[in-house]
């Protein structure tokens, strides 16, 4: 069974530019998350998704980040413009239900994508 | 609101020695808790999660970890460290800030990067 997929595994680009963060969560899961992750902050959550809509943005660093669900198989964050600041590793996970306390919840990371902002 | 903090951001081992990482939580309500492990250049995976049930709760890979009210304290441990643990370790705390009851959002700490020395 696929987990969550996530690409690209790195990005490098220059200040300035379009990046474009993609997330194929595990089939069936309602929930969809992004992380960012830095040495400063460590693990920070940005958004989260239930049912293709977004729920809670407040860890949304600013207007420059935006993040879609266009349908349940796919999610993507975009950041425009990029600067030096975004370089982090962003994960995206999924869950099946939303009470991580319960029998059933549990975190599904992907791999993450790491991006570099020159 | 939530918050766990992780004591020593580096722990160093010699295999078959005993692994503790130290995590505290501050909470002001019940709280749900969470380890997390994370392999280089991979996602994070559930180790294993308080939610009340029993105080001693047993993970994946030979590890638990003991929830402690009075110390505010879910230390993670396991009797003989191997070569294989060498990862960085997270806690988190369910924040109950959610909309939908709150434990769909969680909060991590900075992580413990472990060492395992032959």
């Known amino acids: 069974d696929a987990g969550v997929i996530q690409s690209p595994r790195h990005e490098v680009t220059e200040m300035g530019q379009e990046v474009t963060l993609r997330c194929k969560p595990i089939s069936g899961h309602d929930y969809l998350f992004w992380y960012r992750q830095t040495m400063m902050r460590g693990l920070e959550l940005l958004i989260y998704f239930n049912n293709n809509v977004p729920i809670d943005d407040s860890g949304m660093p600013e207007d420059r980040f935006s993040a879609k669900m266009p349908n349940a198989s796919f999610s993507t964050l975009k950041i425009q413009p990029s600067e030096p600041r975004d370089s982090a590793v962003y994960f995206c996970?999924?869950?099946?239900?939303?009470?991580?306390?319960?029998?059933?919840?549990?975190?599904?990371f992907g791999e993450g994508s790491r991006l570099t902002v020159l | 609101a939530q918050s766990v903090t992780q004591l020593g951001s580096h722990v160093s081992v010699s295999e078959g020695a005993l692994v503790l990482l130290r995590c505290n939580y501050s909470s002001s309500v019940p709280p749900y808790l969470f380890w997390y492990v994370q392999y280089p250049n991979q996602g994070l995976q559930l180790l294993l999660k308080?939610?009340?049930?029993?105080?001693l709760v047993k993970g994946i890979n030979g590890f638990e970890a003991e929830f402690k009210k009075s110390e505010t304290s879910f230390h993670l441990t396991k009797p003989s460290a191997h070569m294989s643990d060498a990862a960085e370790y997270f806690c988190?705390?369910?924040?109950?800030?959610?909309?939908?009851?709150?434990?769909?959002?969680?909060?991590f700490g900075k992580g413990t990067k472990l060492t395992v020395n032959p």
């Open positions: 996970a999924s869950s099946l239900v939303p009470r991580l306390a319960g029998d059933d919840g549990e975190l599904f």
């Open positions: 988190a705390v369910s924040d109950p800030g959610g909309v939908q009851g709150g434990s769909e959002k969680l909060v």
């Open positions: 308080y939610t009340s049930a029993a105080t």
